[in-house]
Nanobody, 123 residues
Framework: QAQLLQSGGGLVHTGDSLRLSCAAS????????MGWFRQAPGKEREFVAA???????YYADSVKGRFTIYRDNAKNLVYLQMNSLKPEDTAVYYC?????????????????WGQGTQVTVSS
């Protein structure tokens, strides 16, 4: 059974760092694309970062240079390292997996989702 189980998150201050983890099991980890999305209160879920099976990574402009997505194949884990956090990064973050090689920035392309984890950045 495919599953994504998230951990990490919490309350931090502006400029702090945080790392989110996503444990993938079953077909979820053999997916071609692993991604992270986030949803702030009153806003739509938006793309944050994606890592393709070949190793290429892509980021939203708002997090480029501050966030890094990477995976540990030995542990079946995908991470989102978030540095220099800002109050506007406050949101519920979701790990996601896409079986095919689709449009990595589109939420509807993804097949599996984690349960979400809250990240709050205070000013």
């Amino acid at each position: 059974q495919a599953q994504l189980l998230q951990s990490g998150g919490g309350l931090v201050h502006t400029g702090d760092s945080l790392r989110l983890s996503c444990a993938a099991s079953g077909r979820a980890f053999s997916s071609n694309v692993m991604g992270w999305f986030r949803q702030a209160p009153g806003k739509e879920r938006e793309f944050v970062a994606a890592r393709l099976s070949g190793g290429n990574t892509y980021y939203a402009d708002s997090v480029k240079g501050r966030f890094t997505i990477y995976r540990d194949n030995a542990k079946n884990l995908v991470y989102l390292q978030m540095n220099s956090l800002k109050p506007e990064d406050t949101a519920v973050y979701y790990c996601s997996a896409m079986r095919a090689s689709g449009l990595y920035w589109k939420m509807t392309e993804y097949d599996y989702w984690g349960q979400g984890t809250q990240v709050t950045v205070s000013s």
